[in-house]
């Protein structure tokens, strides 16, 4: 089974920056796509970036010009960094990546990472 490993949210003021990471267990299954969705309270989980094996990139429009997503594959690690953060952007940040095992398609998540942004 695929694991996904998060780390580095945390608290911080509006403004600052954090850099989340995420490390997908060794496996037999090749990375389609790496990325990070967040829920706030109250709210449905929403895509935040995500990025392809090929480097092709997709941000939610709340945060384009701020975050920025990035891999390394030799790492299976995705990163997210995230700056001039904002208390609207203060959530639970999912991991998420969907790989393909040869027979099929398979979508993991990890198990999240609180982001608070204070005013």
């Known amino acids: 089974q695929v694991q996904l490993v998060e780390s580095g949210g945390g608290v911080v003021q509006g403004g600052g920056s954090l850099r989340l990471s995420c490390a997908a267990s060794?496996?037999?299954?090749?990375?389609?796509?790496m990325g990070w969705y967040r829920q706030a309270p109250g709210k449905q989980r929403e895509l935040v970036a995500v990025?392809?094996?090929?480097?092709?990139?997709n941000y939610a429009d709340s945060v384009k010009g701020r975050f920025t997503i990035s891999r390394d594959n030799a790492k299976n690690t995705v990163y997210l960094q995230m700056n001039s953060l904002k208390p609207e952007d203060t959530a639970v940040y999912y991991c998420?990546?969907?790989?393909?095992?040869?027979?099929?398609?398979?979508?993991?998540w990890g198990q999240g990472t609180q982001v608070t942004v204070s005013s």
């Open positions: 060794r496996s037999a299954f090749s990375i389609v796509t």
């Open positions: 998420y990546s969907r790989m393909n095992s040869g027979s099929g398609l398979h979508d993991f």
């Open positions: 990025i392809t094996s090929g480097g092709s990139t």
